[in-house]
């Protein structure tokens, strides 16, 4: 517990409604008797003479004021211990974990007033459930996972998700035929691949490709002079360079 769990003073204190219309003197003392450490308990002895001394009051007025804070509901005192117990301490004190409600009863201990001691412990909040004997919250019962399986096309071994992958392969089928579709099914495979619709899509694209281009009938091996043309010969002069049919010199 930190040393301000065990001396917080309400920040309204004198805003209360049975302290605001009191005199400043008694003011003086509630509002002392909050600031000073009251222990964990908010119960403490408290020596009149030394603590008139200290708010600058005669032990009679002092006492005087005591009383009437008594009257009031706001503390309690044993006059024969001279212990006085704040009433509204456990308003603005919890003790909400394990270790600090020890250190509380610890505290209660030591209040020598019997009358006191009772009072403080009917008091004091109820101790906090430790996680051991907090009852565990049911847990809501988990949607079970249906794992998926693909189908399998029987005619060409394709992977199928959904009905509309169905008509996909239909529609490769009917455009590449059913043999170029085995092909392909059958090369995503030897490359460790699954043979998807979407795979199969980008394997006829490649195919198709690569061979158009060994097989494009506009490349002309040979010469690269064989290649150029009339307008291309005159481009070439023009520009300074080598015609091999009409040479001409550079003009650089």
């Not at 250190?103 to 051991?132: H, N």
């Amino acid at each position: 517990m930190s040393k301000r769990d065990i001396t917080v003073t309400p920040t309204n204190l004198l805003s209360w409604p049975r302290i605001a219309p009191m005199l400043p003197d008694l003011k003086l003392i509630i509002r002392e008797l909050w600031s000073m450490d009251m222990g964990c308990a908010g119960c403490a002895l408290v020596a009149l003479r030394p603590f008139a001394a200290i708010l600058g009051l005669s032990p009679e007025a002092l006492k005087s004021g005591i009383e009437i804070l008594e009257e009031k509901g706001l503390i309690v005192t044993d006059a024969n211990t001279g212990e006085i117990f704040l009433r509204d301490w456990f308003r603005f004190h919890r003790f909400n974990t394990g270790l600090a409600y020890s250190m509380l009863k610890k505290a209660t201990d030591k209040i020598e007033s019997a009358e006191l001691r009772t009072l403080v412990l009917s008091s004091m909040p109820a101790k906090p459930e430790s996680k051991e004997t907090a009852p565990a919250k049911a847990k809501a019962p988990q949607p079970q996972q249906h794992r998926h399986t693909d189908a399998v096309d029987e005619q060409t071994g394709a992977l199928l998700l959904d009905d509309a992958d169905k008509e996909r392969l239909a529609a490769l089928i009917a455009k590449h035929g059913l043999q170029l579709i085995r092909k392909a099914v059958d090369g995503i495979r030897n490359e460790g691949g699954r043979p998807f619709i979407s795979t199969i899509y980008s394997s006829l694209n490649e195919t198709r490709d690569r061979v158009g281009r060994e097989f494009d009938p506009t490349r002309v091996r040979g010469p690269a002079v064989q290649r150029i043309g009339c307008d291309d010969e005159i481009n070439y002069a023009a520009m300074g360079s080598i015609n091999p049919a009409n040479p001409v010199k550079s003009k650089f």
